[in-house]
């Protein structure tokens, strides 16, 4: 038996495990490490892999997996709505990048058809690469994330015609011009097909498949459409990535959608870590260090062309200042699929093989650059919008219209566009609620204000964003922004504003609690963590456990994981909140209320005036318990009080009351 293509996935396992732990641990994104892991096992450095050929193979898997989990999470409506920006800003951003990179070029001794060439390679982007970092960051539904989607699904689209053309930059001219026709017959066949199982056949025959309650099945189903479709494109002369998209969009209507995501997601990390190591693979260490000053200044020629390119069509395209520089930063490396391209333009003889190398070097650089380059991108945005930038340039040239907020007290603002944020609008809403929403999406925006919602446009990072929607004044501030940067700076924004608001948090993880408390957050709701609570819950109702019992674990399992009142109580009995339900037990941070700070249990009087009792002190991170009645309150210490909730929302406070858990 051969062993080979085994010993290789075992070496480049275990480089890659090694070097992705390291950079984990130092916080570098985890594709450097595969790009680094495919130069040091690849031909260039240690040459230790045996069939390179199919770690190539596994590597187009990864491709495919990874476009058709990027189809599942788009639709076919969304690609028909962004459909200006595929077409418009597509083939905008495609043909003045090809024409700029073709002047410069020429500045390397190049004739013009070489020159055109090399602009239409460093037109592309890399979709696998791009679209896998904003999957990760939940953004491939933002504002900016459309734009990046929809002009690299054009950069997918074009790449046969381009190649179609290779021959002719070479001197071959014969029989394009019928090819170009077949092309656009099966183009039109494969969207038809595309459209009508999107709508009607997948639907139906994954129902059909669900309904037998066969996992095995329904996996082996989804990746029949997905290895189908791509086969199927390809077989009509496109690329095998762009129909394994295609096929995802057929089954992104389904509502059985995200059972397939989460079934091909293990296949998509795993195949798609591959990728990047073939790339790694391709870079000639030899030739970067004997040209190593030419690459660089070759990469940030790239870089900038195409960040100005790219950030450029977005601005054309109505997209903020800030929109326009994280789109132009996203889309600034060079992509895979014009190593295909150059490989064909070096067999017609476009590229010789000095300019072909140089061209490797540049391109794979400024995709192991490209994680950097995005996570910074927002940051970088941020900095710029400092400098004294024209009205035009910062509301972009489609701008909303704007809406007047009357001014407010005490009501309730919702930062975020994600549906939580929208179904609390809805419901402050219902119940007559004062609040106001922002989002940083203008088509949601839009969409809202014709609703007749009061929602503004903009980035709640920028204090004049706030104050529109009278943040200062505001009792209640949720944020339900998904990342944690972001929120960890609109909490600081909020705090520095309105020191008594209540804010809420919605963070992705339990690790990330103590982030959001630092800052100035007063409650903070890990959603992986919830959801696993309500999973368990129905869990142990379904199996008849008490309710008693039930309501004692879940209180168990949020102090184990969130540390409040873990001191306090760690009994396994029935507490006294749990048999009065009209009863509770309230954190308090003293500094907000007037009646605490520099005065003792006594002088406040809190059971003869209130009904109140304080059950506990945390003072410098220690718990307190049954305070006497000369203990003096200090500003920083969190009171922990018991009582009905009337009587504790009768306090003369500066700030809404946070509950934080029954002991």
Not at 451 to 459: A, L, T
Request: hydrophobic share 50%.
């Amino acid at each position: 038996m051969e062993l080979s293509i085994l010993i290789d996935i075992v070496i480049i396992f275990a480089f890659s495990t090694a070097v992705n732990y390291l950079f984990t641990k130092i916080k570098i994104p985890t594709i450097i490490g595969y790009l680094l892991t495919g130069i040091v096992v690849g031909p260039s450095l240690l040459g230790i892999l045996r069939s390179p050929h199919e770690i190539e193979v596994m590597a187009e898997i990864g491709v495919i997996i990874l476009m058709f989990t990027i189809g599942l999470e788009f639709s076919l409506n969304h690609l028909i709505k962004i459909r200006k920006i595929v077409f418009f800003g597509g083939f905008l951003q495609l043909l003045l990048t090809a024409v700029i990179t073709m002047f410069f070029s020429m500045m390397y001794h190049m004739n013009w058809q070489s020159s055109l060439f090399v602009g239409f390679l460093v037109a592309l982007s890399s979709t696998a690469l791009v679209l896998k970092i904003l999957q990760e960051r939940g953004e491939l539904t933002s504002n900016y994330g459309r734009t990046v989607v929809g002009i690299l699904v054009f950069q997918d689209i074009i790449l046969i015609p381009l190649m179609l053309l290779t021959p002719m930059l070479g001197g071959q001219t014969a029989h394009i011009a019928p090819a170009m026709f077949i092309l656009a017959v099966k183009s039109i066949g494969i969207v038809a097909l595309v459209y009508v199982g999107n709508k009607w056949i997948m639907p139906k025959v994954l129902h059909l498949i669900a309904l037998t309650k066969n996992k095995e099945l329904f996996l082996m189903s989804i990746l029949l459409v997905c290895l189908a479709v791509a086969l199927l494109t390809s077989e009509m002369g496109m690329s095998l990535a762009f129909g394994a998209f295609l096929g995802g969009l057929m089954i992104s209507r389904s509502e059985y959608s995200q059972d397939a995501f989460s079934h091909v997601l293990p296949f998509k990390d795993t195949f798609t870590s591959f990728f990047f190591v073939s790339i790694g693979m391709m870079l000639d260490l030899n030739f970067v260090f004997d040209h190593i000053l030419l690459i660089a200044a070759t990469l940030l020629l790239v870089i900038t062309i195409k960040s100005f390119v790219a950030g450029g069509t977005a601005f054309l395209l109505g997209h903020t200042f800030r929109g326009t520089i994280v789109v132009g930063l996203a889309l600034a490396q060079i992509g895979e699929f014009s190593f295909i391209l150059a490989k064909t333009g070096e067999s017609y003889d476009i590229l010789s093989s000095f300019y072909y190398q140089l061209f490797l070097s540049v391109t794979i650089m400024s995709m192991a650059a490209s994680p950097f380059i995005i996570m910074i991108s927002k940051p970088v945005a941020t900095m710029m919008l400092r400098l004294p930038i024209p009205e035009l340039m910062l509301k972009g040239l489609f701008p909303l219209q704007e809406i007047e907020v009357p001014e407010m007290q005490n009501h309730i603002v919702l930062i975020g566009k994600d549906s939580r944020s929208q179904n609390l609008s809805r419901m402050a809403r219902h119940m007559k609620l004062p609040y106001v929403s922002i989002v940083f999406d203008p088509a949601d925006v839009r969409r809202r204000q014709l609703k007749g919602e009061s929602v503004i446009y903009g980035d709640a990072m920028n204090e004049p964003i706030l104050r529109k929607a009278h943040t200062h004044t505001a009792a209640i501030v949720v944020i339900s922004i998904g990342e944690i940067i972001t929120s960890l700076g609109v909490i600081e924004k909020v705090r520095e504003m309105n020191k008594h608001a209540h804010i809420i948090v919605r963070s992705k993880y339990v690790s990330n609690i103590e982030d959001f408390y630092q800052v100035g957050a007063n409650q903070v709701i890990p959603e992986e963590f919830e959801t696993a609570i309500d999973l368990f819950e129905m869990i142990l109702k379904k199996m008849l456990v008490p309710e008693e019992d039930i309501s004692t674990t879940i209180s168990g399992i949020r102090d184990d994981n969130y540390g409040v009142f873990r001191e306090i109580d760690e009994s396994n009995s029935v507490t006294l909140t749990d048999m009065m339900p009209d009863v509770e037990i309230v954190a308090l941070k003293a500094g907000s209320y007037d009646l605490f700070p520099g005065n003792s249990l006594k002088e406040i009087n809190l059971r003869n005036l209130y009904g109140l009792t304080v059950v506990a002190i945390k003072r410098n991170g220690e718990i307190l318990e049954n305070p006497g009645a000369r203990f003096i309150f200090e500003s920083d210490d969190v009171v922990y009080i018991l009582g009905k909730p009337s009587k504790i929302a009768q306090l003369p406070h500066k700030s809404i009351p946070v509950v934080v858990a029954n002991p």
